[in-house]
């Protein structure tokens, strides 16, 4: 064919040269030999937008100003915030500590305390030590000779008025000659003769006003015992008061000296001297909690109250529930800046914090002591990450976040609490102030929903942080990719990498960016090439990463992942699906599509057919009458109906009816890329001129016949050239792409290497004229003068074949309106 020919001066002036298939990258041009020769980098490259807007939203302090980190995953977000923010808070203020404390008055409502940084873990060491010397030193003070000697007089002074009460009544009685006897069942009356209770038998025996004389006694008697016996409640109380008015002020003595060295330390916070005085009062309240035997000698209570939570309940409501405390369990000197706080796993309760329950005698109970932070309260006065996805799934928690946002304050809740799921023994703690700027990290995606779909999110996330996918490739850029790559092998003790290891990755990231003049800034994916690349050096026994060592690391994960692409392709090279590489066709000509499944994208060929023939001017695209065509396909073909309605044959009705189909397409078929295929094969079925099959074509078209750019340019040249070079590679072959893509080409290795031998060919045309002399070898013929293209050229070939329809088409209504004419004649 005279496309194929590399004389035809047409196919010579559209094909591209092997240096423009792919922008080399050169190793002299880095000026190092190994990356341990360069310094690192310790930001992202590319991010300024984001990483000023991220800087704006952390530096403004107006309500809603909390951030969306959103761009394209395994881009570095994640890291590049994290180290930005470390930076900003290592100059901010330690927040303060947040506790929580019993309220003896409410114990199902925990007060929170606001304290200086570090001052909550003090005071928590503080009542612990006050509790462990309170259980030796009051124990110690109540058994003293004093204490004794003072309980004693109580209890003495209680026995001796209730004994006179008694002997009072005895005396009464025996005057009377009736005896006061106990008995098990309590106290008895009965008739006294010469000292000696008169049996039953013989009082029967008196004379009967002899017994009612002296039943009349002891009735009168029984009355004043009765008295008695009601009045020794009375004096067994007073004896109680007495004593536990003792038991307070011996405690006084003994906490009111403890307490007053614990407020010496915390001199000057009101919230503490007021919580002090409260478990003051507790304490002398409940002091004979320290003198029950459950306690050991050898632990304080508190020791063992830690060490299980159970064993001296009754202790814990002198405990000091440390909520958060940025200074715990570090040095005082590394407590410094604000905190930033990344929550990998953002349930309701990591978010929020949460109340646990124990399982006492069958029933869940709770105290203050088991409230626990979550990470906004870690958060409290610093910076919080999180990644929206993971907070959208989670139930409930989106909505938790922006109340607490809304309110400015936290909130205990849990999914029980929700759904009143549970109905058990719980607490209402005093909610607490938030001071918090929050970044979520999401899809661009995930932000525009929320935009459009949630009223509250613009309020409460005012501050878009937008990354780049790509970045320009320049020099600079260039450069600071190499330190990149080099800052990422140190970062993580990998082997250095050669300069021609670095041209390899920078050409990768071009082409993970789908164009020759950008950077992808989708580092964590160059990470992972690199990663790899060290695994075959090391393999190898280098002591650095090299080209050949990238290279087979993109080698290798290609073989991994391209088993579905492999027989996909195996299913044209064994004839199953019809696609020609060679040879010519009237009306079918070679498309390219892309297919992505997953992580992997390659390229297919499919054969395009059209066939013509009169008609209404209506073009049918099969697959948008079957619903596989989706709505892109279709104005594609919608457009180039209206190129052929608006160029050929304006003096007479369009009066086609042509079909366009993609053959053995057995799935959904969507985009305009194949439109200028599809147009190039209604073209030669009107010209009647054959398509060179050795070709494919790739690119969409407008209604003024210009070929426009589409994605996925050096995935469909792959696929096409992959099937030419399982057949043979002729010569002949190559792919028809837009001009305009031209910049976007960063082909395979062995493409270049074809090409440059001239066994493979990429050709960029810019319109249809263009690409259909190159895949039919004949002129496309403009409009003369006259306004009739050249003779024997395709448009004239075309034009011809529609006035023929045309004329065709007028015939066939004059016959027939001449037959209806006879028909009513006759009638």
Known sequence: MPASNPQNPVGRDLALPASELRQVCDPAALNFTSTAEIEIVDELVGQKRALSAIDFGTRIDHDGFNIFALGPTRSGRHGAIHKFLEHKAATEPVPDDWIYVNNFAAPDRPKAIRLPSGIGLRLKASMQELIDDLSAALPATFESEDYRNRRKAIDDDFEATQEKAFDELRAKGQKQNIGILRTPMGFALAPLSGGQVVKPEVFNALLEAERKAIESKIMALQEDLERILKNLPVLERERRRKIRSLNAEIAEMVVGLS????????????????????????????????????????????????????????????????????CAEKAEAA???????????????????????????????????????????????????????????????????????????IEFSSVADELSLVSTVSLTPDSIPLSVKVILVGERLLYYLLASLDPEFDNLFKVQADFEDVT????????????????????????????????????????????????????GILADIIRESHYWATAGKRDRIDVEDVDRALDERRYRSERIRDRSLETIT????????????????????????????????TRITARVRMGSGKVVDIEREVELGGPLHSKGVL?????????????????????????????GVEGDSASSAELYALLSALADAPINQSLAVTGSVNQLGQIQAIGGVNEKIEGFFDICKARGLTGRQGVVIPRANCKHLMLRQDIVAAASQDQFRIYAVSTIDEGIELLTGLPAGNRGPDGRFADGSVNARVEAK??????????????????????????
């Open 639 to 667: 457009i180039l109906s209206s190129f052929l309605a608006t160029r050929y044959a304006l003096p007479v009705p369009m009066s086609l009816w042509a079909s366009l189909v993609f053959e053995q397409s057995y799935g």
């Open 802 to 827: 529609l006035m023929q329809f045309a004329e065709m088409r007028r015939s066939f209504g004059r016959s027939g309106a001449e037959a209806s004419l006879e028909s009513k004649e006759q009638v």
């Open 335 to 409: 407590a410094r800046g604000a905190p930033v706080i990344s929550e990998e796993h953002p349930t309701l309760g990591k978010v929020l914090g949460h109340i646990d329950h124990r399982s006492l005698m069958g029933a869940l109970v709770t105290d203050f002591t088991m409230i626990k932070a979550g990470a906004l309260h870690r958060a409290n006065g610093g910076y919080l990450v999180l990644d929206a996805r993971r907070v959208l799934t989670e139930p409930f928690v989106w909505e938790a976040l922006k109340r607490c946002l809304r309110n400015k304050k």
């Open 574 to 605: 064994r004839n199953i699906t019809l696609v020609d590489t060679d040879g010519v066709e009237v009306g079918q000509i070679n498309g390219l599509s892309v297919l992505r499944i997953g992580n992997l994208s390659f390229g297919r060929p």
């Open 472 to 523: 320009e490739r320049s020099a600079d850029s260039v450069a600071l990719f190499a330190r990149l790559m080099g800052s990422i092998a140190r970062q993580e003790s990998l082997l250095p990498l050669s300069a021609a290891a670095v041209a390899r990755l920078i050409e990768q990231a071009a082409r993970e960016a789908e164009d020759a003049e950008r950077l992808t800034l989708r580092v």
């Open 259 to 326: 307490i007053s060295e614990i407020a010496a330390r915390f001199a000057g916070n009101d919230d503490i001297k007021s919580y002090l005085s409260d478990v003051r009062s507790d304490l002398i309240d409940n002091a004979e909690l320290f003198l029950r035997p459950h306690q050991e000698e050898e632990a304080g209570p508190f020791d063992a109250f830690r060490q299980n939570g159970l064993r001296h309940p009754a202790f814990a409501r002198y405990a000091v529930n440390v909520l958060v405390s940025h």
